[in-house]
Structures are given as C-alpha cells and as structure tokens.
C-alpha cells in the first residue's frame, strides 16, 4: 500500500524498542510503513517528539503499549498526540491494547480516580477516539468524551486452550473470586464447559478496600458489659450509642477458602483479565491441587507479571500462564518458561482498518458474550 496515498499514518510514541514490537506486526499486517518519529528522554528525564514527516489532513494512529515505566510512556503518548495536534492532524486515534490506571476507577476513602484524570488529560491532548483491549471495568468507557472501542482477547484466548492443551474437554473454567465469575462463564460457556468459583479470600483483595473492610472499628471497652452491636443510624459521630450504652463493633471477617464446584481429576483453567502481582493466583492454584486439580492453566489478557511474579510462577503449582502481548513481557519469557504469549496484533490491525474505512466495528465482537 502507498502510505502517501492511504489517507492515514499509523506511529509509535514508545521510546523504547521492545515495545515497538507489536506496533511493527500492527503495520505488516496492515501493509503499511510505521510513520517516522524520534520519541527519546532528555538528560534531564524530560520526553521529547520529533515528527518527522507532514501528518496534515491525516488521519493518524498512534501505537502505544505500556512498559514497566508506565508513567513516561503515558506521557510519551500525551506529547505525542499534542505534537501531531499542532502538526495540523485531521484525527489522532490511540491504540492502547492495556489501558494504564484501569485498577483506580473507583473511589477509595481519601484517594481519587485516576483513571478519569487520564481520560480528560488524553482529551486535552488531541485525541479524538481510542482503541482499546478488555478494560479491567467496561464503565471506564464513559469517563472518556470520546468514543471508545474495547475490544476483547477471548476468541484467541479460547482457540489457544481448544488447540494447545491436550483433553481441553476434561477442563473445567475457574473463577478465582466471585468478582470473575462472569467472565468465567463467558469462557465456560462458548467452550461448553464446567464453571467453578473460588469464594473466601486468604489476604487483601480490592473488593475490600472499596467496602471499607479496612476502616476501623469503633470499640469501647467496658467492665462489666459483654458489648452490643447496633446498626449504624443508632451512632453518633464518636461511635457511641445515642441511648448512652458502651458498645463494641466487631471487625469484618472474611470467609474461608472454599471451592465452589468439582475440580477433581480435572484441568482447572483460571481466568481473569490482568496478571500482575500474582500471589492470588499462586493460592488459587494450591487449593485447587489440594481439591483434585491435575493441572492449572492462567489465561489473562494483560500479563503485567510485576515484581517477583516469574519467580514465583515458577515455583508454583501452576503449569502455564498464556497471555497476550498486549504487554511487552519477553525478560520475563527468559525468567520463567511457564509463561506464553498470544499474539492479538490481528484483531488490533482489523480494527484500524475498519475504522479508517468507515466499516461497522460489529464483526470484531461477533460471538462475544455482555459480560466478557
């Protein structure tokens, strides 16, 4: 394709080349050259774009995956978008297969929304629409003033478990939280197999920060009194009863760990969208091997694997964790062998194409369920 002629530029605004690499599949597939840029850091940290060529009347893409660093690659996105803004750019569209600050979409006791913040600031800076890969909340989509195409990894996640894991039909789909077990179901139910559901919870999770398990109790210790629990509206603001009477609140407690379904003999596959920190998933997967479970299979869409998370899925009960490469994670590939990647540049490069073109979106979300 003559890339003068195309009406549309497709760019990269990462300053770092392990994470040009699904940009550059984006562009073969697309029969496109990859727009010329210079994205690097100052000596003094500060993010410099050079564009150097004219993007006027264009219709532009801008590839961003997130790294590790991920606040410098939000604002190699954010100076990126401006420059093509003031270069005259008709539209400036971002692809951004993991969206960064997708885990801060609530409010949580003093802190804030950041993910909002993001969405207003990716505005300001130009762009005019994004797409996007399986948002950790599909609410996230009206924090943005633009339109937002969220696509989904699970078709080539589901052909990945029917193709590479042997007797797939003696698997059976796990939710590690009662949060994911309508994802669980989306996958259990498209692969005409059993669902089962994790419930109870040995640490810190972030349904409990949102429902302010953590806040603490109000206790006033008294001789004489066993204590009385009373609702809420009987309190006043020093957590005393309006009648006068001592009270002690008990804390939250969290029910134990138990395993909702037969795992039995079974190949117990894990979803989720994101694998980042993965001691949940270390747990799961031991109560899964004490409940019967032969084999155990992650499947996420976003494999962040911070930290220690090789190491440890190494040491694991786990068998294989299965990705995209929404995320560039190669260093962590050479850490731990367990770990595999899907490629989703297809879907990616699909989407552009119709967007350019005008085509309806609705052929990328054929056979995808509402809670996926």
């Given amino acids: 394709m003559n890339v ?3 009406g549309y530029r497709v760019f990269s605004a990462n300053s770092s080349a392990a994470c040009t690499e699904l940009a550059k599949k984006i562009t073969e597939r697309l029969g496109v050259e990859l727009g010329k840029s210079v994205v690097f850091q100052e000596s003094n940290s500060e993010t410099r774009v050079d564009v150097k060529e ?3 009347g264009q219709t532009i893409f801008i590839i961003q995956t997130i790294p590790r660093d991920v606040n410098t690659a939000i604002m190699e996105l954010l100076v990126m978008a401006y420059a093509l803004k003031t270069s005259c750019a008709k539209n400036i569209i971002g692809v951004i297969p993991y969206f960064p600050y997708s885990k801060q979409c609530k409010m949580r006791k003093r802190g804030s929304i950041v993910c909002k913040l993001l969405a207003s600031m990716l505005a300001k800076a130009g762009l005019t629409h994004i797409i996007t890969m399986d948002l950790h909340q599909k609410e996230i989509q009206g924090f943005f003033s633009f339109p937002v195409d969220n696509l989904r990894a699970s078709p080539f996640l589901i052909q990945y478990i029917q193709e590479e894991i042997p007797d797939y039909r003696n698997a059976i789909i796990v939710a590690k939280s009662p949060a994911a077990a309508k994802r669980a179901q989306s996958y259990a139910e498209r692969l005409r197999l059993g669902l089962a559901v994790i419930h109870g919870e040995a640490q810190c999770s972030e349904s409990d920060m949102a429902d302010g398990r953590h806040s603490p109790p109000c206790v006033r210790n008294t001789t004489g009194h066993t204590g009385l629990e009373l609702p809420f509206k009987y309190l006043d603001s020093s957590c005393q009863s309006t009648h006068g009477a001592p009270i002690i609140m008990m804390a939250k407690e969290k029910p134990p760990i138990t395993v909702v379904g037969d795992v039995g003999g079974r190949i117990a596959i894990i979803v989720d969208d994101i694998v980042d920190d993965v001691g949940d998933f270390v747990a799961a997967a031991e109560i899964l091997k004490e409940r019967g479970a032969y084999k155990i299979y992650i499947m996420a869409t976003h494999g962040l694997l ?7 899925i190494e040491e694991s009960a786990i068998d294989e964790v299965v990705v995209t490469n929404t995320v560039p994670h190669e260093v962590q590939k050479l850490q731990c062998p367990k770990i595999k990647t899907v490629d989703v540049s297809m879907i990616l490069a ?9 085509e309806s979106m609705a052929y990328l979300f054929r056979n995808i369920t509402v809670d996926d």
């Fill in 306 to 312: 911070s930290a220690d998370a090789p190491r440890l």
């Fill in 4 to 6: 003068a002629k195309s």
């Fill in 350 to 358: 699909e989407a552009i194409r119709r967007i350019h073109n005008g």
């Fill in 54 to 56: 004219s993007v006027r």
